[in-house]
């Protein structure tokens, strides 16, 4: 049903069935999917996100495995212009007390 679902809510919705029910089933389909997480709907991708932090929590040598894959997630929903990235001054650089 995950694979021939139209509709991101009722794929949501299974995964997540299949996520509390047979956790095994959820990280296979998940690993055979994995490239393709990045087109799925956002309501999908949070789910995702619940069970790779589960993963993780339960298993840390599986970051690596699931690391790249959440940059690119995060990539392309929070795609960064080329050099955007500069660090903020500090609020208070430094303040002159009048004495």
């Known amino acids: 049903m ?3 679902e139209a509709d991101v809510s009722c794929k949501r919705n299974a995964f997540l069935m299949l ?9 296979a389909y ?7 997480v990045a087109n799925w709907g956002d309501i999908l991708q949070l789910v ?9 929590r339960s298993n840390p040598y599986e970051k690596s495995k699931y ?8 990539q392309v929903v929070m ?3 080329l050099g955007a990235y500069t660090p903020h001054p ?3 650089a430094g303040t002159s007390a009048a004495s």
């Open 48 to 56: 995702v996100l619940e069970l790779i932090r589960k993963i993780v």
């Open 2 to 4: 995950l694979e021939t």
């Open 79 to 81: 795609p960064l212009p």
């Open 30 to 36: 998940l690993g055979q999917n994995l490239d393709q």
């Open 90 to 92: 500090p609020l208070v």
């Open 19 to 27: 996520f509390h029910t047979a956790q095994d089933r959820a990280v």
């Open 67 to 74: 690391i790249r894959r959440l940059l690119t997630l995060f």
